[in-house]
């Protein structure tokens, strides 16, 4: 079983930066792919990025294709998340996420391991 824990996030005015960070422990990490949930009051919660194990692949939202970048370092055993041009659309909390299978890529539902979350707040 994996665990992950999620830093980094904050409140940021509109136009801000913040990066995230998702370190993980209990297997191995290189081996399975990951990504960046959010859920905002009232919402879903919704895949924004992910990454393939070998970080050859990712995946971006519509919403956050051109501000956000998704990352990996395997040595380290940590993803991350760079987020520019933060838009108050973008307040949630986000989740770092790990997915099920060791596998390179995994489809949203195919993501089961969860971090406790962080909570980002964009005001305008």
């Known amino acids: 079983q994996v665990q992950l824990v999620e830093s980094g996030g904050g409140l940021v005015q509109a136009g801000g930066s913040l990066r995230l960070s998702c370190a993980a422990s209990?297997?191995?990490?290189?081996?399975?792919?990951m990504g960046w949930f959010r859920q905002a009051p009232g919402k879903e919660r919704e895949l924004v990025v992910a990454i393939s194990r070998s970080g050859g692949r990712v995946y971006y939202a519509d919403s956050v294709k051109g501000r956000f970048t998704i990352s990996r370092d395997n040595a380290k055993n940590t993803v991350f998340l760079q987020m520019n041009s933060l838009k108050p659309e973008d307040t949630a909390v986000y989740y770092c996420a790990a997915g099920r299978r060791p596998v390179e890529w995994s489809p949203p539902a195919d993501f089961g391991s969860w971090g406790q979350g962080t909570q980002v707040t964009v005001s305008s």
């Open positions: 209990g297997r191995t990490f290189s081996s399975y792919p």
